[in-house]
């Protein structure tokens, strides 16, 4: 178990409401990530964090943004959610020595009405 | 544009034979190459990784071959098992440890 838990597992909501998911690390890891998975596409990268208040864009980063005020927490906020944003969402962290792989959490599955 | 391929969705292999999984990428100067196996309801978790100099990487029944003038990865495993069945992403390292995913194999390991 590489520490990493994701919040909630299960949300169903309404197209316009905010939504925020959170990724919570125990391994102190610099590099945490935020994926979503959809039929065809494997994993895309939304956002990735390279340390406290250090964000950038991935992939697939519209209409999402994200925030990390403290090493072990990245959350990912759904400012207006629309039904396009349906999707099981990854969080991964990694640490900053070489090509260590990443670890991921177990997903978060979201519903959007 | 897909930069990871994998063109097969699914596969169906017999218990004890070999399942040979494929991908094939666009981009030349990727230079770490990895593996994930994924259950349902569950993360990826990493399953073998080979860096751009080498061709092979063994890891007990795992074995990834890397052939970087035609652009293609193949993960093996033999023999293959039960407990195998999952789903098996190609996927590619680049900067800032970012990682691109392929679509994605349905391995079947059929008793």
């Known amino acids: 178990d590489a520490g990493i838990t994701q919040s909630p597992r299960h949300k169903v909501t309404e197209t316009g409401t905010p939504v925020t998911l959170r990724c919570h690390q125990t391994?102190?890891?610099?590099?945490m990530y935020w994926y979503r998975q959809d039929p065809g596409h494997g994993l895309r990268l939304i956002h990735y964090?390279?340390?406290?208040?250090?964000?950038d864009k991935g992939e697939v980063s519209d209409g999402y943004s994200v925030s990390r005020s403290k090493t072990e927490d990245f959350l990912l906020t759904l400012e207006s959610a629309t039904s396009s944003q349906t999707s099981v969402y990854f969080c991964?962290?990694?640490?900053?020595?070489?090509?260590?792989?990443?670890?991921f959490g177990d997903g978060t599955r979201l519903s959007i009405l | 544009d897909q930069q990871v391929k994998q063109n097969s969705p699914s596969l169906s292999v017999q218990e004890g034979r070999i399942s040979i999984l494929n991908c094939d990428y666009t981009?030349?100067?990727?230079?770490?190459f990895l593996w994930y196996k994924k259950y349902p309801a569950e993360g990826p978790t990493f399953l073998i990784s080979?860096?751009?100099?080498?061709d092979k990487n063994e890891d007990g029944r795992f074995t990834v071959f890397l052939n970087k003038s035609a652009k293609h990865l193949s993960l093996h495993i033999v023999p293959s098992q039960p407990g195998d069945s999952a789903v098996y992403f190609c996927?590619?390292?680049?900067?800032?440890?970012?990682?691109?995913f392929g679509s994605g194999t349905q391995l079947t390991v059929l008793p």
């Open positions: 080979i860096s751009s100099i080498k």
């Open positions: 981009n030349s100067m990727f230079d770490y």
């Open positions: 991964a962290i990694g640490d900053h020595r070489g090509n260590q792989p990443q670890h």
């Open positions: 996927v590619i390292s680049g900067s800032a440890r970012q990682l691109t």
């Open positions: 391994e102190n890891h610099r590099y």
């Open positions: 964090s390279y340390g406290v208040k250090d964000t």
